[in-house]
Each structure stands twice: as C-alpha cells, then as structure tokens.
T-cell receptor, first 114, second 117 residues
C-alpha cells in the first residue's frame, strides 16, 4: 500500500515569484510518481512523471520536480509563476511492478496573485 | 482526436434514487478507471476495467455501487439508493492499457458532479 501527503492545502504566491509545492509519499515498493493539474471544472491533466532515471524531471508549462528517494519526496517547482498557473495540483504515486492503482494526495490550491 | 467524455456534467438527485453516470473513453483505450473526488480531497480509486471485465473493484465503497463496460468501450457507473454522502465529482480515465510493470498514462474526463439532496 502507498500513500501521499500534501501538507499545504493552499499556497498563495505573487505573479513572477517562484513556487514549490510539497509532496511526500510512503510505499513499501518501488514507485512511479506524478503531478497532475486540475483547472476549474476540468479533468486532471498530467504535468510530469517520474518513472526511472534522472531524478529531476521536467514537465509542461515550465514545471519541474525532483525525486528524492531518501526523503521520500517529489516536490514540484516553478521559477516564475503566471496568473494562468492558478489551479489545484495533485501529487500521485503508483507502485512500479505489475498492475497497481494510482493513489492521489489531497491537493494543493495554487493561487497566483497579480 | 476526442478526449474522454462524461455525461451528464451535472446530476442532481434525491436521496434514495438510482443514478447512472456514463463515460466514453478515448477510442482504442482498453483500460478504464473510475474515481470519486469529494470536496477538498484528491481522486479516490473506485474500479478499473481491462476490456470488458472489472480487473480491480476494490475501491467500490459498498454494494450500492456497480459499474459495467459490456462492449469494452463505454462504461456506466451505477449507484443505487443514493445517499447524501455520495455527493462528489465522479471522474473517469482511460489509458491504452497496462503493460505489465510498465506505465500507461491515464487521460481524465471532466467529471460528473453528483449532488444528492
């Protein structure tokens, strides 16, 4: 079984400032990690994923995340946010072996302030 | 091509009624998933279909919930004797399939917002 913790339910940040959204996970097996974005009244869209290899992964819209196995973290970062980044962000984990269901965190609402 | 579509987008019903929620996956996707997203929560897994069969229904909360995918394409989530606690957004996702220990991206629909009065 695995779980995901997103400690920050809301993160306000000024436009053009950097942002970090935190995600920690727990799992007894090797994992795949994901960040999804959900705009109002829309479905989830995959931002980026870590499957293997380089621990720094780059995604769409200028976002990146770093997998840290020792700290069981997968924090999402963007060096300069835009108003259009205002959305809810979900971290998710999936066991890497065979069929495994995806477990989502509770989400972090990013509010970009003009 | 078209993405995952879900109908209706909104459904309001009364406690005790029966509802059906429909999901049209991306054409050719063999895997289909249902999730429930309650207010302030992340999506919670309900059921996974590979083709026509339910490969994992461990997330269904009780026997009032049932889902079918008779032809391996469209799926219907059925909820009997609805309760106020069933109010949530029900999300559907599809993927090309599961490749053993590999990964296939899940593509999500916009969801159906169910309100039980």
């Amino acid at each position: 079984a695995q779980s995901v913790t997103q400690l920050d339910s809301q993160v306000p940040v000024f436009e053009e400032a950097p942002v970090e959204l935190r995600c920690n996970y727990s799992s007894s097996v090797s994992v795949y990690l994901f960040w999804y974005v959900q705009y109002p009244n829309q479905g989830l869209q995959l931002l980026l994923k870590y499957l293997s290899g380089s621990t720094l992964v780059k995604g769409i819209n200028g976002f990146e995340a770093e997998f840290n196995k020792s700290q069981t973290s997968f924090h999402l970062r963007k060096p300069s946010v835009h108003i259009s980044d205002t959305a809810e962000y979900f971290c998710a984990v999936k066991g890497s072996g065979g069929y495994q269901k995806v477990t989502f965190g509770t989400g972090t609402k990013l509010q970009v302030i003009p | 091509g078209a993405g995952v579509s879900q109908t209706p987008s909104n459904k309001v019903t009364e406690k005790g009624k029966y509802v059906e929620l429909r999901c049209d996956p991306i054409s050719g996707h063999t895997a289909l998933y249902w999730y429930r997203q309650s207010l302030g929560q992340g999506p919670e897994f309900l059921i996974y279909f590979q083709g026509t069969g339910a490969a994992d229904d461990s997330g269904l909360p009780n026997d009032r919930f049932f889902a079918v995918r008779p032809e391996g394409s469209v799926s219907t989530l059925k909820i009997q004797r609805t309760e106020r606690g069933d109010s949530a957004v029900y999300l559907c996702a599809s993927s090309p399939g599961t490749s053993g220990g590999g990964y296939n991206e899940q593509f999500f629909g916009p969801g159906t917002r169910l309100t039980v009065l």
